[in-house]
DNA sequence: ATAATCACCTGCTCGC
DNA sequence: TGCGAGCAGGTGATTA
C-alpha cells in the first residue's frame, strides 16, 4: 500500500491521538512480520509516554523515554485508531493501547511490514542510518541527485526508487514522475544530463507533495489513519494507465516490467 | 561497489 | 464453480 505520502498521512493522522499519552499495554497477535516482533522489549513500553511520531523515509518513528517503536508498513500494512475494545479482524497482528482507552491498531495482511524496538538513537538503526536524503527537504536538489548519478548504469526509473539514493520513492511515484520530468524509465542514470535531472527534481518534489496534500493514493483500500482513503488516485497520470491514451499526447501508454514492477511511461514523452 | 534476482506472504483477478 | 498463473503500494538478502 504505502509510498511516502501514505506512510505521512498515517502519521498526520494517527499523531494528534497518540502523542503525549501513555501507553497501556502492546498485544502481537501474530510476531510473524518481516522479522521477528520483539514482544518482550515491546512490552517493556507500558506505562511510557509516547514523546513523538515521526517518519523517516517509510519507516514510522514512535519514541518514548525507554526507547523507540520502528514500524514499516511493507506493501499491505496500515495503521488506525479504534476504540480499544474492538474485535481484531483476521490480519489485526499488533495493538497498542493506550490509557486513555484510544488503539493504534496494525493490520497487514501479507506480513512485509515490521514492528521493532530500539533503546537507541533510532536514526543510527542499521535500518535507518544509510537512508538517503529525504525528497522534500532542501538537500535533496539538482546537484545531489546529479552527483549521485554519475557513474551509475542502473535505469533511472529503479535508481531513484533506492533509498540509498533518496527515501520514499515508490513504484507509484516513480513512473509519475519520470512522466512529468520527460523521462524515459530506461535510461542510464549516469547518462541523463544535468539539464534533466534540473526537471526531474522538482517533478519528484511536486508528485510526493501533492500525494500528500491530497491524503495519499488509495489503490485498494488504504487510509489514513483517520479512517479516511486518499484522493491522489484523480491525479494519477500513468500508473494503472497502461494502454490508456497519454494525457500529453493522447497516443497509448506502454506498459513493460523493469526489476519485477509494472512500468509505465509514453514512449512518445518520454525519451 | 554495483546490478540483477530472489524471497517473504496473502488476496484478488484473469483465463481456461 | 473451480483451479492455477500472475500480479499487487517494499526492501533486505543473496548471487554474480
Redesign the pocket.
Known amino acids: ?3 511516502l505520502p ?1 506512510v505521512e498521512t498515517t502519521r498526520r493522522g494517527i499523531a494528534p491521538h497518540i502523542q503525549g499519552k501513555r501507553i497501556r499495554d502492546i498485544v502481537v497477535r501474530n510476531s ?1 512480520l ?1 522479522w521477528p516482533v520483539p514482544v518482550a522489549e515491546l512490552q517493556s513500553l507500558q506505562r511510557c509516554q509516547i514523546t513523538s511520531v515521526e517518519r523517516r ?3 514510522l518513528l514512535l519514541s518514548t523515554s525507554k526507547g523507540t517503536v520502528i514500524i ?5 500494512g496500515s495503521l488506525r485508531i479504534a476504540k480499544a475494545d474492538e474485535p481484531p479482524m ?2 489485526d497482528h499488533v495493538d497498542l493501547t493506550l490509557s486513555d482507552g484510544a488503539m493504534l491498531r496494525y493490520t497487514d ?4 511490514g515490521c514492528w521493532l524496538f530500539t533503546s537507541e538513537d533510532p536514526y543510527d538503526h ?2 535507518l542510518n544509510e537512508l538517503g536524503p529525504e525528497p522534500l527537504n532542501d538537500e535533496f536538489d539538482l546537484e545531489y541527485l546529479y552527483q549521485a548519478s554519475r ?5 533511472v526509473k ?2 531513484i ?4 539514493v533518496v ?8 513512473n509519475e514522475a519520470l512522466f512529468l520530468a520527460g523521462i524515459h524509465p530506461k535510461r ?3 547518462k541523463i544530463s544535468r539539464q534533466r535531472y534540473e526537471r526531474l527534481v522538482p517533478a519528484i518534489k511536486e508528485v510526493l507533495g501533492q500525494a500528500i496534500e491530497q491524503g ?7 487510509v489514513g489513519g483517520d479512517g479516511k482513503p ?1 484522493y491522489f488516485k484523480q491525479s494519477l497520470n500513468v ?1 494503472g494507465r497502461g494502454g490508456e491514451p497519454c494525457v500529453t499526447c493522447d497516443r497509448p501508454l506502454k506498459e513493460i ?1 523493469m ?4 512500468t509505465v511511461f509514453c514512449k512518445f514523452c518520454q525519451t
Open positions: 500500500m504505502p509510498e501514505e510473524s518481516r523515509g517509510k519507516y514499516h508498513l511493507g506493501m499491505s483476521a490480519h495482511p501479507r506480513r512485509f542499521e535500518l557513474g551509475r548504469k542502473v535505469a529503479q535508481f526508487m533506492n533509498s540509498h527515501v520514499g520513492v515508490g513504484n507509484i511515484y516513480a542510464a542514470a549516469g495519499g493514493t488509495t489503490l485498494k483500500d488504504f486518499g500508473y516490467r526489476g519485477q514492477r509494472t
